[in-house]
C-alpha cells in the first residue's frame, strides 16, 4: 500500500513520511476528498455571505428610518444597494460552483473562471462595505415628545 509524498503534502503529512516515501505505521492516512472540500468551502462562504446580507438590510432599514434629510442618504442607499446586488450575483455563483464536479477535469477551467468572479466579486464587497461604514450608518434616536 504505497502513499506518495505528493499525496501526503496534500494533507500536510509531509513531514513525516521517510525517505522511501511511505506513510510510517504511526500515522494515519485519510484521503483527501476535493469535492467535498470545495462544497464544505462554499456552503461556509455562503453563510458568511448571508450574514453580511443581513447586516446591509439592517443598515438599509436604518438609513430608510432616517430619512432623506441624513447627509449621506442617497450615497449609503446607492452603495448597500450594490452590496446587496452584489452579494445575490456571489450567491448565485457559488450554487454553480457547488454544482459542479471538481473531480471532473472538463470543469476545472469553468470552475476556476466561477471562483476567480466570485473572489472579485468579494473583493468589491468588502471594498463597498468599507465605504459603507465610513459614511456611518447610525440608527435614528428616538424622538421624545417635548414638554
Same mark, same amino acid.
Given at each position: 500500500?504505497g502513499?506518495?509524498?505528493?499525496?501526503m503534502e !496534500?494533507?500536510g503529512l509531509?513531514e513525516?513520511?521517510?525517505?522511501s516515501g511511505?506513510?510510517p505505521?504511526n500515522?494515519?492516512y485519510?484521503?483527501?476528498?476535493?469535492?467535498?472540500?470545495?462544497n464544505?468551502?462554499?456552503?461556509?462562504e455562503s453563510?458568511l455571505?448571508v450574514?453580511l446580507l443581513?447586516?446591509n438590510?439592517s @443598515?438599509?432599514?436604518?438609513?430608510i428610518? @432616517?430619512? &432623506?434629510?441624513?447627509n449621506?442618504?442617497? &450615497?449609503l442607499?446607492?452603495?448597500?444597494?450594490i452590496? !446587496? /446586488?452584489?452579494?445575490?450575483? /456571489?450567491?448565485? !455563483?457559488?450554487?454553480f460552483?457547488?454544482?459542479?464536479?471538481?473531480n471532473?477535469?472538463a470543469?476545472h477551467?469553468?470552475?476556476?473562471? !466561477?471562483? *476567480?468572479?466570485?473572489?472579485?466579486?468579494?473583493?468589491?464587497?468588502? /471594498?463597498? *462595505? /468599507?465605504f459603507i461604514t465610513?459614511f456611518g450608518? @447610525?440608527?435614528p434616536?428616538a424622538?421624545? &415628545?417635548?414638554s
Open positions: 500500500m502513499t506518495h509524498i505528493a499525496d !496534500l494533507n509531509g513525516t513520511s521517510n525517505l511511505e506513510i505505521p500515522v494515519r485519510r484521503n483527501l476528498n476535493i469535492n467535498h472540500y470545495a464544505k468551502k462554499s456552503a461556509a453563510m455571505d450574514a443581513m447586516a438590510a @443598515q438599509m432599514k436604518a438609513v428610518d @432616517q430619512g &432623506p434629510s441624513f449621506f442618504y442617497i &450615497p442607499i446607492v452603495l448597500i444597494s452590496s !446587496l /446586488v452584489l452579494q445575490v450575483a /456571489v450567491g448565485i !455563483l457559488l450554487i460552483i457547488v454544482k459542479y464536479d471538481l471532473n477535469p470543469k477551467a469553468k470552475l476556476d473562471d !466561477l471562483n *476567480n468572479a466570485a473572489t472579485g466579486l468579494v473583493f468589491v464587497i468588502v /471594498v463597498v *462595505n /468599507v465610513a450608518v @447610525q440608527k434616536m424622538t421624545s &415628545p417635548s
